[in-house]
């Protein structure tokens, strides 16, 4: 069977992007490989073991075009309504709360926030099949 280990965005800074996932959602460098014309810099932490890669092209000065395709990426918290006043608190603006039902249940508690990159991150309250 196939185990899904990563994803991998396209970022311009690389202290920046660190900066902001380490300071979001707890990722830390568990390895950065550098090559001539790129660097790879692989970002964890204990909760799972897949891995956020963050590819840094070299002498590259314009932001990525995200275009139409890419959706976002989805992280899962224990309380979504503390880890939303944490990000406000530290100014790095989440969107708004948004409970979404179906048939009457709560399906999912959830909010979206930007990196700096302009990826989107939808982070989720565990909860049904958001664990």
Same mark, same amino acid.
């Given at each position: 069977?196939?185990?899904?280990? =990563?994803?991998?965005?396209?970022?311009?800074? /690389?202290?920046?992007? $660190? /900066? %902001?996932?380490?300071?979001?959602?707890?990722? #830390?460098? #568990?390895?950065?490989?550098?090559?001539?014309?790129?660097?790879?810099?692989?970002?964890?932490?204990?909760?799972?073991?897949? /891995?956020?890669?963050?590819? $840094?092209?070299?002498?590259?000065?314009?932001? *990525?075009?995200?275009?139409?395709? *890419? !959706? &976002?990426?989805? $992280?899962?918290?224990? +309380?979504?309504? $503390? +880890? &939303?006043?944490?990000? @406000?608190?530290?100014?790095v603006n989440p969107g708004k709360l948004? +409970?979404?039902?179906?048939?009457?249940?709560?399906?999912?508690? %959830? %909010?979206?926030? @930007?990196?700096?990159?302009? *990826?989107?991150? /939808?982070?989720?309250?565990? =909860? !049904?099949?958001?664990?």
């Amino acid at each position: 069977m196939a185990k899904m280990i =990563h994803s991998m965005i396209r970022v311009l800074d /690389e202290a920046r992007s $660190v /900066e %902001f996932y380490s300071k979001v959602f707890g990722l #830390a460098v #568990a390895d950065r490989v550098d090559f001539e014309t790129f660097t790879l810099i692989y970002m964890s932490n204990d909760e799972t073991g897949f /891995e956020l890669e963050l590819t $840094v092209n070299k002498g590259r000065i314009e932001p *990525y075009n995200l275009g139409d395709a *890419y !959706g &976002h990426l989805a $992280v899962s918290v224990q +309380e979504v309504q $503390v +880890e &939303h006043k944490r990000l @406000t608190d530290l100014g790095v603006n989440p969107g708004k709360l948004v +409970e979404l039902n179906r048939d009457g249940k709560l399906f999912g508690l %959830f %909010f979206f926030i @930007t990196d700096p990159d302009g *990826y989107k991150i /939808e982070v989720l309250q565990r =909860h !049904g099949r958001f664990q």
